[in-house]
Nanobody, 126 residues
Framework: QVQLVESGGGLVQAGGSLKLSCEAS????????VGWFRQAPGKEREGVACISTNGGLIYYPDSVKGRFTISRDNAKSTVYLQMVSLKPEDTGVYYC???????????????????WGQGTLVTVSS
């Protein structure tokens, strides 16, 4: 079964840190670019980080740059999102998604990405 499973979400105070994991099974994650996305209540889903197959291309929007770090361990079929200096506006459901095309993950229409996880909730209290 092809799937992505996110973990690591939870409740944290503003200024705190969390590390999310996205583990793949049923397919070779090493040939897929991966992105992290989030959806806050009442808002559209937005991308917060993406990484190419070998980690050579990484992108963050300005809203999280300097606070979020995406990384991957292809041997473990896992992509991580380290989040520090969290703010209440970082609250939302965080999803990972994978696609063979890095530009689809980093700049394309996310609705067409090949594999999505079920999401993990991050709540940042003020």
């Amino acid at each position: 079964q092809v799937q992505l499973v996110e973990s690591g979400g939870g409740l944290v105070q503003a200024g705190g840190s969390l590390k999310l994991s996205c583990e793949a099974s049923g397919f070779g994650l090493d040939v897929y670019a991966v992105g992290w996305f989030r959806q806050a209540p009442g808002k559209e889903r937005e991308g917060v980080a993406c990484i190419s197959t070998n980690g050579g291309l990484i992108y963050y929007p300005d809203s999280v740059k300097g606070r979020f770090t995406i990384s991957r361990d292809n041997a473990k079929s896992t992509v991580y999102l380290q989040m520090v200096s969290l703010k209440p506006e970082d609250t939302g459901v965080y999803y990972c998604a994978a696609d063979p095309q890095v530009m689809s993950v980093c700049a394309g229409d996310e609705r067409y990405l090949e594999v999505w996880g079920q999401g993990t909730l991050v709540t940042v209290s003020s």
